[in-house]
């Protein structure tokens, strides 16, 4: 079983920066594609941004040109850098790993980490 551990949440100003981190339970970049999905008070939890195994990578409209997805193998953990940040991008940050095998999808996700950004 894969085990997500999301860090570096916290309160910042608009128009800074954070970076959020996902420790992944072992090599598993090579075999599911991993997610960054938020969810703010009261609103549906949303995609922000993917990356596959092939290393390609999406965004939410929301985000793009202001957040980058990306990992690093040797020390299994996912990034997200976040510049620009805008009060709406306050939310629960969670981190999510997807495989499908045959008919089976394997979804797990982390325990989230709280991302505000006030004046």
């Known amino acids: 079983q894969v085990q997500l551990v999301e860090s570096g949440g916290g309160l910042v100003q608009p128009g800074g920066s954070l970076r959020l981190s996902c420790a992944a339970s072992?090599?598993?970049?090579?075999?599911?594609?991993m997610g960054w999905y938020r969810q703010a008070p009261g609103k549906q939890r949303e995609l922000v941004a993917t990356?596959?195994?092939?290393?390609?990578?999406n965004y939410a409209d929301s985000v793009k040109g202001r957040f980058t997805i990306s990992r690093d193998a040797a020390k299994n953990t996912l990034y997200l850098q976040m510049n620009s940040l805008k009060p709406e991008d306050t939310a629960v940050y969670y981190c999510?790993?997807?495989?499908?095998?045959?008919?089976?999808?394997?979804?797990?996700w982390g325990q989230g980490t709280q991302v505000t950004v006030s004046s």
């Open positions: 990356i596959t195994t092939g290393g390609s990578t």
């Open positions: 072992g090599s598993i970049f090579s075999r599911y594609t």
């Open positions: 999510n790993a997807k495989r499908v095998v045959g008919a089976t999808t394997y979804i797990e």
